[in-house]
């Protein structure tokens, strides 16, 4: 089964921190995604990576930055937490070859911004 | 700029009533379209739909993609409360890099 795990659960952080949230993969994956969830707008892309020190924006990236340094972590980065940043964050991974558009998520960090 | 709308936003159904989803899209360069379903956290995948698979059945879920209208309906028969979930669709796009572009889900809850 793959499997792709999330740092933490639940966030809580101040306006103005540096925020990260990590996302590990054990199947060797090479597609790497994080989105963010809000009612009413759905899951959208914010950036993802196809390799190692790769990295794509996605629909909304700014605000946010990522880091691949190695193939299973993908890390989601906030420079400056604002409240607008509250949501939910969801990572995802998918295979090389065929199938690679099915996607396998994590179970979400839920952060809040004070 | 792609587009992905699922109808209805919500529902609510008793328990053996037959449900469908739907999902309309407006893609550039159409790669293919899967549905998940969501509950309390992670979205877990049930169906990709391409134009050389336009019909997947899976128990009591089955989706079907209409190539020419641009849609594809996702059909619960004999719902139970486990079903109760936010159902997503998403889209790939040829030029997208197998991100999905999904729609902003139909919430389903089945009532005893």
């Known amino acids: 089964d793959v499997k792709v795990t999330q740092s933490s659960r639940y966030l809580v952080k101040r306006t103005g921190e540096k925020v990260f949230l990590e996302c590990v993969q054990d199947?060797?994956?090479?597609?790497m995604f994080w989105y963010r969830q809000d009612p009413g707008l759905g899951l959208r892309l914010i950036y993802f990576?196809?390799?190692?020190?790769?990295?794509e924006k996605g629909d909304i990236p700014e605000g946010y930055s990522v880091s691949r340094e190695k193939k299973e972590r993908f890390s989601l980065i906030l420079e400056s937490a604002s409240t607008n940043q509250t949501s939910m964050y969801l990572c995802?991974?998918?295979?090389?070859?065929?199938?690679?558009?099915?996607?396998?998520f994590g179970p979400g960090t839920r952060l809040l911004v004070l | 700029e792609d587009k992905v709308v699922q109808s209805p936003l919500s529902l609510v159904v008793h328990e053996g009533d037959t449900v469908t989803l739907n999902c309309s899209y407006e893609?550039?360069?159409?790669?293919?379209l899967l549905w998940y379903k969501q509950e309390k956290k992670a979205p877990t995948f049930l169906f990709m739909l391409?134009?050389?698979?336009i019909e997947k059945k899976s128990g009591r879920l089955s989706s079907i993609l209409d190539k020419k209208e641009l849609s594809s309906i996702l059909n619960i028969t004999a719902t139970q409360t486990g079903d109760s979930a936010i159902y997503l669709c998403?889209?790939?796009?040829?030029?997208?890099?197998?991100?999905?572009?999904f729609g902003k889900g139909t919430s389903l809850l089945v009532t005893p």
């Open positions: 199947m060797d994956h090479e597609n």
């Open positions: 990576s196809y390799d190692v020190k790769m990295k």
């Open positions: 391409t134009s050389s698979g």
């Open positions: 998403a889209v790939v796009a040829s030029n997208s890099g197998y991100a999905l572009n």
């Open positions: 995802a991974s998918s295979p090389p070859g065929q199938g690679q558009e099915t996607q396998y």
């Open positions: 893609v550039t360069n159409f790669r293919s």
